[in-house]
Structure formats: C-alpha cells, structure tokens
T-cell receptor, first 111, second 113 residues
Framework: ETGVTQTPRHLVMGMTNKKSLKCEQH?????MYWYKQSAKKPLELMFV???????ENNSVPSRFSPECPNSSHLFLHLHTLQPEDSALYLC??????????FGPGTRLTVT | GQNIDQPTEMTATEGAIVQINCTYQ??????LFWYQQHAGEAPTFLSY????GLEEKGRFSSFLSRSKGYSYLLLKELQMKDSASYLC??????????????FGKGTSLLVTP
C-alpha cells in the first residue's frame, strides 16, 4: 500500500473516446503530479498542482486536461487521444520538498 | 531537459556489490533522489541527497558530489529481488514546477545467480 491509489489500473480506448484517470492520496500531502512513462524514455512531468493550484503545464497537448478539486484528488481527462499517447500514467504526491510518493499507475492503450 | 544521464543496463552477481552512476547538469541543483521500480509497479523512494557525501540505508547507499554533478547508488550483498530499474531524479530550483523531479531514463539492473 503506497498511500496513493489510481483507477483504473488498465484502460483501452479508441481515438474518439473520452475517459478520465483518477488519483487519490491518503497522505495529507499538498502537492500532486501527473507523470507519463513510455518505453525507453524518462518519466515525463505533465502537470503539477500545489495547494490545488496548477503551477506547471509542461507543454502537454490540450487533449490531456487535468482537474484537482481538492488536495487529495487529481484527475486526468482524456479525449481524442493518439496511439503515441499509449503509456503508463503515474500520479504522485508530496509534502513540500519531501520525496514524491507514486501510485501504481494506469496502463493506457489507445487503439 | 536537464541532461540526467545514467547507464541503460547493468548486470551483477548475487551477493556482489554494484554501483550505478548518475550525472546531471549542476545549474540550479536542489536535491537528488534515487527510486527503484520493479516491472509493472510504481517507483518507490530509496534515498535523497542534497549535501555532498554518503547517505547509508542498510544495503543501499547513495553518494553526491555537487561540484561534479555526480551521484551514485551503491547496492551491497545483492539479492535476486534487487533486479529492477533504478531511477535517478533531480530537483532544480527556479522552475515553475516547484518540487517536481526530473528523471533520467533509468538503469535496468539484472542480478544473476
């Protein structure tokens, strides 16, 4: 149990579908992150929320839309994705400068 | 990116010692982290260095030289379960991303009998 949960764990979607990834942290942290992990590439930071305010949008295409309704929940809304968006999407949380704690990830396949 | 470099793959024998190196761009450095990631699982935190020197945690140690932009993770008494990917990550000051980390590509370690 990492204290950070993600649902669903696996998702297959067509290019015209709309879906959402959910992340919840039970650690009382004040910052949450979305990272993308593709084969042979480093973990890529997508979005950062500090105290529910988005502080970074790392040049992510608009087909990815984050939402952070409170400091414990983070969503990633997906629409009109491309096959190259297939990857492992990892949520993480941290308290200030502490080490981010990762969730188990959602394995996304776009067909 | 912040040019975080680490070897792609390493192989070592059970019971041995292995050192995984990481180099990074020194400008704006604000802390270095090591994570372990088993296949199909989340990265898990191993160690943190922000000052020069060695941090020891059981079988795992991590070293940092800020002036050289260099760190290593040392794994002693290797066990088969240590086969995993080891991720070097650096926090840089002054970015809008606050406390977010920048990751290297990871080093895939295979421990053989």
């Amino acid at each position: 149990e990492t204290g950070v949960t993600q649902t669903p764990r696996h998702l297959v979607m067509g290019m015209t579908n709309k879906k959402s990834l959910k992340c919840e942290q039970h650690l009382g942290h004040n910052a949450m992150y979305w990272y993308k992990q593709s084969a042979k590439k480093p973990l890529e930071l997508m979005f950062v929320y500090n105290f529910k305010e988005q502080t970074e949008n790392n040049s992510v295409p608009s087909r990815f839309s984050p939402e952070c309704p409170n400091s414990s929940h983070l969503f990633l809304h997906l629409h009109t994705l491309q096959p190259e968006d297939s990857a492992l999407y990892l949520c993480a949380s941290s308290q200030g400068g502490g080490a981010p704690r990762f969730g188990p990830g959602t394995r996304l396949t776009v067909t | 990116g912040q040019n975080i470099d680490q070897p792609t793959e390493m192989t070592a024998t059970e019971g041995a010692i292995v050192q995984i190196n990481c180099t990074y761009q020194t400008s704006g450095f604000n802390g270095l982290f090591w994570y372990q990631q088993h296949a199909g699982e989340a990265p898990t935190f191993l160690s943190y260095n922000v000052l020069d020197g060695l941090e020891e945690k059981g079988r795992f140690s991590s070293f940092l030289s800020r002036s050289k932009g260099y760190s290593y993770l040392l794994l002693k008494e290797l066990q088969m379960k240590d086969s995993a990917s080891y991720l070097c990550a650096v926090r840089f000051k002054g970015s809008n991303s606050g406390y977010a980390l920048n990751f290297g590509k990871g080093t895939s370690l295979l421990v053989t009998p």
